[in-house]
């Protein structure tokens, strides 16, 4: 069965680096796009970064610049480093296999993993 996994998360002050990953199983990782997307309290969940088998990257205009998505096709692993944290940051982080799509709309994703809690605060 499909599962993938976040870890590395945490609470860091404002200006602080955090590096999360992402593992997955269950399917062919090498074939398709990961997302990165997080949800803070009262808000709808937002893409974050993606990363396409082709190894492309994306990213959300908020975090340009900051943060860097890679993939490690041998250890079916993608990661995410956040730096120059900021509050606005705070958030869960997911990470989402691509189903049909790999834009930014969480619905063109199918498996999700259970989140990691990112705090930026001093």
């Known amino acids: 069965q499909v599962q993938l996994v976040e870890s590395g998360g945490g609470l860091v002050q404002p200006g602080g680096s955090l590096r999360l990953s992402c593992a997955a199983s269950?399917?062919?990782?090498?074939?398709?796009?990961i997302g990165w997307f997080r949800q803070a309290p009262g808000k709808e969940r937002e893409g974050v970064s993606l990363i396409y088998s082709s190894g492309s990257t994306f990213y959300a205009d908020s975090v340009k610049g900051r943060f860097t998505i890679s993939r490690d096709n041998a250890k079916n692993t993608v990661y995410l480093q956040m730096n120059s944290l900021k509050p606005g940051d705070t958030a869960i982080y997911y990470c989402?296999?691509?189903?049909?799509?790999?834009?930014?709309?969480?619905?063109?994703?199918?498996?999700w993993g259970q989140g990691t809690q990112v705090t930026i605060s001093s």
């Open positions: 989402a296999k691509a189903g049909d799509g790999a834009g930014w709309d969480p619905a063109e994703y199918d498996f």
């Open positions: 269950g399917f062919t990782f090498d074939y398709y796009a």
